[in-house]
């Protein structure tokens, strides 16, 4: 377990764990035997009565000494990440990402490609008056195309048998623990104070808390979700990074897809949504690769996560638009969400995964992919039957 943890970086924060474990039983057992010294047998002599109030004097300071050795147990339980599956590449950082595959050519452009700023539909100069940097207003055919690319999503993985989910963006804090994304993200969460709610970075929150506590019927897996909502992300540590455009944004919207299945069939469900994510990519004609992510650079909850690349030809290079990971029983366990094996067997938890169908990001891969020398998008026949414009002229200058 922790040279496992070690490939992400959490070999220092597992000997705590160890080193509280050992605390936290020793006071344990202290107070065990304390608590036993205080119980009287028969009429005690004053000698007896000395060493009961001793004990309890002492049992008063050693229950102190187990609650806070408790504390520190817990707060570092919630830590601990879920170790990286043996078939995840080293590393720290996307750079060390092993790529699996490309699939299409990346489009050749015979004029000065624009980016998806200079080319239009967004309003970064009012988004940014109204709420700060890092917000954006989509404008007229823009925003149809966007809607329509959410439509496109849902339509798809509806078909593959996910149910269509509108979940709540605000959640209590249980949520955001038993998904990870507490302690360990805490700086990229809104949290609304009044109330003591957080908004969430992905519905996937509140996807996995949809069986909160529950006992599944094993007849009923898996059991498939595909959520819509808008989602919110502080973006803490990301200063200076994709300052530009829609990329890297503090709001923006995303369906997202979630699975709880059984332990045994959890590394082919991360395949088969691997797969789904890359048929929505090769629908719309565009130029991707998909790479494994490197053990340090996967979240507290992954065990495991693909990355889908799409081709940005205003910056000349591949891009994150999907991610899908394989979380086994990490968040089912904090979420305590499990299911019966078969009649008079033990319980066990779920696993569960997670993945991006769409995201906004998609509308920078699609604009600057179908541009033209004029400016002009030409946009897929699959989302104009979806009610976005079949051609979205340049902005006037």
Request: proline share 6%; aromatic share 8%; hydrophobic share 40%.
């Amino acid at each position: 377990m922790r040279a496992a943890l070690a490939r992400k970086g959490a070999a220092g924060l597992f000997d705590e764990l160890l080193d509280a474990d050992a605390a936290w039983r020793t006071a344990t057992a202290r107070a065990d035997e304390l608590r036993a010294a205080t119980k009287s047998r028969g009429r005690p002599s004053d000698e007896d009565l000395a060493e009961l109030a001793r004990a309890k004097a002492e049992l008063k300071t050693v229950d102190t000494e187990l609650a806070a050795a408790r504390s520190r147990l817990d707060d570092l339980l919630a830590r601990v990440p879920n170790p990286p599956d043996a078939s995840v590449p080293d590393g720290a950082s996307d750079e060390d990402a092993e790529e699996l595959r490309r699939v299409g050519a990346p489009p050749v452009h015979r004029f000065a490609v624009r980016d998806h700023v200079e080319l239009g539909g967004f309003d970064l100069e009012r988004g940014a008056r109204l709420s700060g940097a890092r917000f954006a207003y989509r404008m007229g055919p823009v925003a149809l195309l966007e809607l329509a690319l959410y439509r496109y999503a849902l339509d798809a993985v509806v078909a593959k048998g996910y149910v269509p989910v509108l979940p709540p963006v605000l959640v209590r804090e249980e949520a955001m623990y038993g998904t990870g994304f507490l302690p360990t993200e805490e700086s990229n969460i809104y949290r609304v104070e009044p109330d003591g709610l957080y908004l969430t970075g992905t519905s996937e929150v509140a996807l996995a808390g949809l069986h909160l506590g529950e006992v599944l019927a094993r007849a009923d897996l898996p059991l498939r979700y595909a959520g819509y909502s808008t989602c919110f992300r502080r973006e803490a540590g990301a200063a200076g990074r994709d300052t530009r455009g829609i990329f890297r944004v503090h709001q923006f919207d995303k369906v997202e897809m979630f699975s709880f299945v059984e332990p045994g069939e959890s590394a082919d469900e991360h395949e088969r949504m691997l797969e789904i994510e890359e048929e929505l990519v090769q629908g719309l004609g565009l130029a991707y690769r998909v790479v494994n992510v490197a053990a340090g650079d996967l979240g507290a909850p992954a065990s495991k996560k693909y990355d889908i690349e799409a081709w940005m030809p205003g910056q000349q290079r591949y891009r994150e638009i999907t991610s899908c990971s394989n979380d086994t029983d990490y968040q089912a366990r904090r979420l305590a969400t499990r299911f019966r094996p078969g009649e008079g067997e033990a319980l066990r938890h779920v696993h569960t995964l997670n993945g991006t169908a769409m995201t906004a990001r998609w509308l920078i891969a699609l604009l600057e992919t179908y541009q033209d020398e004029a400016g002009a998008i030409a946009v897929p026949g699959r989302l104009v039957s979806l009610g976005a414009p079949a051609r979205i002229e340049p902005p006037q200058r």
